[in-house]
């Protein structure tokens, strides 16, 4: 086995980040919705703003740091060899077989990652912040009389907010699951920790050649 570093800081810093506001906008976010009672409603409501503009400022410096670091390539949805994932994933994994394709710190998503992924930065997470920020300043914009916002009606976006949190909600128990299916359960935790992950020497020599070509 081998130790291949796979995320830098910046990256472990941003996930967590994300991951734990996420968290806590769904159950501040559910409280205002009337389906949970944690912190009381002022104070739901109160959390919730907060932790979004923390949501957003976070966002700003991932979006540089994708930018600059040319990241933002890893998340080019491609069709190479997604039958072969797509069959690992719904039996090959249960039957011991080898992941159909390997990391390493230039290529470290597979190509279900990659779609799944680009789907959740470019849909997901934008339907959830634009109907959020929305929703935040729709008295404000409705009394400087601004048509384009009045025009969606605030339950609308309400319902909007909701559906994109529910889906959410939804990524985040598959993908949990998904982390465990690494080299061992935790390796792929582990990985996002420490930043190191362990592969096998062979499979490492086998793709820094394909990276090669
Ligand atoms: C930048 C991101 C976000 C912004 C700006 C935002 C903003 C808002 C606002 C303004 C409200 C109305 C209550 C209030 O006045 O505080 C709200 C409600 C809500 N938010 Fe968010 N939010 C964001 C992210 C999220 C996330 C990530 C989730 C869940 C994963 C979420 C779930 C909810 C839910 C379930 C409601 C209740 C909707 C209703 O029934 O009216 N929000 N959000």
Do not use: C
């Amino acid at each position: 086995m081998k130790k291949v570093f796979i995320y830098p800081k910046f990256e472990r810093f941003w996930h967590w980040t994300q991951a734990t506001l996420i968290m806590f906008l769904a159950l501040t976010g559910f409280e205002v919705h009337g389906s949970i009672s944690v912190f009381g409603f002022e104070q739901a409501v109160r959390f919730h703003r907060i932790s979004s503009y923390a949501l957003l400022l976070l966002i700003a410096f991932a979006i540089f740091w994708h930018i600059t670091t040319g990241e933002w390539r890893n998340y080019i949805p491609t069709t190479k060899k997604i039958k072969d994932q797509i069959k690992y994933y719904t039996t090959g994994i249960f039957k011991g077989e080898k992941h159909p394709t390997d990391k390493n710190e230039l290529s470290k998503l597979n190509p279900l990652q990659k779609i799944v992924y680009f789907g959740f930065k470019v849909v997901l997470i934008p339907l959830v912040v634009v109907t959020g920020i929305l929703y935040m300043n729709y008295k404000s914009i409705d009394e400087n009389n601004i048509i384009v916002i009045s025009e969606i009606p605030l339950d609308i976006l309400a319902i909007l907010h909701t559906f994109g949190a529910f889906l959410l909600i939804s990524f985040l128990i598959v993908h949990v699951y998904m982390t465990t299916t690494g080299e061992t359960p935790t390796s792929n935790i582990k990985a996002m920790i420490t930043g190191y992950e362990e592969i096998e020497e062979e499979i490492d020599k086998q793709n820094k050649s394909e990276n090669e070509k």
